[in-house]
């Protein structure tokens, strides 16, 4: 089975930063969803198992970075220019299967889900 666990959530204000980290019990492809209250789970970034490659949505393109340290099995999600539309509970997911661009923001693509972690950027 495998876990995820993310931290790294909190308030902040318009404009501010914060990173998430997905820690896994692996090695796999991970994608960071978001979900609102009361909108449908939105795929945000992904990212391959070696790092070498990654989507964003064109909502976070140039404001958010995907990284991931292979060694702690750990992929983060730098968040900057954060807007209050950025408010959501961020999830990260695991599948085994390659990275494929135009796959990897679709929940369905995935197996293995977080608890997630509160995003909330206001003033």
């Known amino acids: 089975q495998v876990q995820l666990v993310e931290s790294g959530g909190g308030l902040v204000q318009p404009g501010g930063s914060l990173r998430l980290s997905c820690a896994a019990s692996?090695?796999?492809?991970i994608g960071w969803f978001r979900q609102a209250p009361g909108k449908e789970r939105e795929g945000v970034s992904c990212?391959?198992?070696?790092?070498?490659?990654?989507y964003y949505t064109d909502s976070v393109k140039g404001r958010f970075t995907i990284s991931r340290d292979s060694a702690k099995n750990t992929v983060y999600l730098q968040m900057n220019s954060l807007k209050p539309e950025d408010t959501a509970t961020y999830h990260c997911?695991?599948?085994?299967?390659?990275?494929?661009?135009?796959?990897?923001?679709?929940?369905?693509?995935?197996?293995?889900w977080g608890q997630g972690t509160q995003v909330t950027v206001s003033s």
């Open positions: 997911a695991a599948t085994s299967r390659p990275f494929i661009r135009a796959e990897c923001t679709k929940t369905a693509s995935y197996n293995f």
């Open positions: 990212i391959s198992r070696s790092g070498g490659m990654t």
């Open positions: 692996g090695d796999y492809t």
